[in-house]
């Protein structure tokens, strides 16, 4: 029990201190994993691994507020890209822009696949939403969703490659 | 007169409140609590006049104009990433949202399939993995627990079942490699879609490594037996055996690869020599000559 309360100080403090540079920085706590499948799951890869998917939400936020896709390069790939991808270009076209800030992270792995080749993870987050027609705020809210994310490693880090909002 | 004039500046008023909160407070929209992915859906709206209403998520943006107090219909195929939504509607300067979600279809149209190692020894326990994501036909992944049936097959028709239910969109499983070589199917299956991967085997360490010798002048004439694996199967040629001879504080060492399935060498005869043969790291017999 130690051991977890642990780990999540240490996962806060790595994950939670440095990102004091952002104006408004999210809360972050991992839970403990769950695994379901047969792979044992280092340390060093489940710290890089959220550590990754945290930063894919700063890139999100820009990426979605300028209406610029190259902005995901570094953090989404496969499906995942594709989609806010196509929502950008429709975003683009219709003269809107979306602002999105994560605001908290609750996260827990469930799933290292016995390949080594995707971890998949549960995000309750919460976040606020602003959604603007030209300058002109149409609105604002505060959003909690469950995300059901998927990473996949790549040269130099993991990149996203499922990320989906479900039901709570 | 003035109490008249009193009553009808506070009769006026009254009128131009419920005037205005009828105008603005009468408009409304309705979304469907949750939309299937691809399905067709209605948004009601009330009130009177013109107005834009915008569908915005993270994984679509939509706008429509509409005539409020009407239904604005979406046909099938129009919004289909899975994912929360903001129906917006904006009339003049006012706007009135409400939040809906998408939901993956229920019905699986792709898997991705990831089955390891492609190649790799006959007769290992759990030594083949496969993993698999469920998708419908707009790349959602599909998180409601979902039976996939997992299969391993070789030529002869002997096969390794497993059924796994799904943990938000996805199941693995292992199963052993067979014990004859070859090259077998393993498949995954969810309500008629398949995925199929191939996986060779090929024959584990030799076992029950055996040589003999035969004297020719001064040498010795070494061969194995036919090299198989603890199946049976033959060991591939190519495979390096090593044959050791140790004499007087000597050593030599030749290194054979197999040729039709055995290795054999010459080396010099020498009386109180030890011979021993090996094959990476499985020893076989030792020979002593006299």
Partial sequence: MMTRIRSVLVIFFVFVVPAAGWAEHPAVRVEPSNLHGPRTLQKETATAVIRDYLQSWQSLSTALEQNSAELLDQDFVGTAKDKLTGTMHEQAALGIHTRYRDRAHDLQIVFYSPDGLSIQLIDNVEYDEQIFEHDNVLTMQRVHARYVVVLTPTETRWRVRIFQAEIE | ?290
């Fill in chain 2, 1 to 290: 007169m003035r109490r008249r004039f009193a009553l009808l500046i506070v009769c006026m008023a009254f009128a131009t409140m419920q005037w205005a909160r009828a105008e603005g407070g009468s408009i409304s929209l309705r979304p469907p609590g949750t939309v299937e992915a691809g399905n067709a859906f209605a948004i009601q709206t009330t009130g009177s006049g013109q107005a834009i209403l915008y569908i915005v998520g993270l994984g679509q943006v939509i706008r429509r104009n509409v005539q409020l107090g009407e239904t604005t219909s979406f046909p099938a195929g129009v919004l289909y990433n899975a994912g929360h939504y903001v129906a917006i509607l904006v009339a003049g300067s006012n706007t009135y949202n409400t939040a809906f979600d998408v939901v993956p279809a229920s019905r699986p149209t792709s898997l991705s399939f990831l089955a390891r190692p492609s190649r790799l020894s006959v007769g290992l326990h759990d030594g083949i993995s496969g993993c698999v994501y469920i998708f419908d036909a707009y790349h959602n992944l599909i998180t409601a627990p979902t039976s996939v049936s997992f299969k391993l097959s070789n030529p002869s028709g002997a096969a390794q079942e497993r059924a796994v239910v799904t943990h938000d969109g996805a199941a693995w499983t292992a199963v052993d490699s067979t014990a004859k070589e070859g090259v077998d199917k393993f498949e995954a299956q969810v309500d008629g879609v398949s995925s199929t991967r191939v996986v060779e085997q090929v024959p584990g360490d030799p076992c029950g490594l055996k040589m003999s010798a035969t004297q020719s002048g001064k040498e010795l004439e070494l061969a194995t037996s036919p090299v198989r694996d603890c199946s049976g199967n033959a060991v591939p040629d190519g495979t390096v055996v090593t044959f050791t001879e140790t004499y007087n504080g000597a050593q030599s060492t030749v290194d054979v690869p197999l040729k039709r399935g055995i290795a054999q060498v010459e080396m010099p005869v020498h009386d109180g020599a030890t011979i021993s043969v090996a094959s990476g790291v499985v020893m076989g017999n030792e020979i002593h000559w006299r």
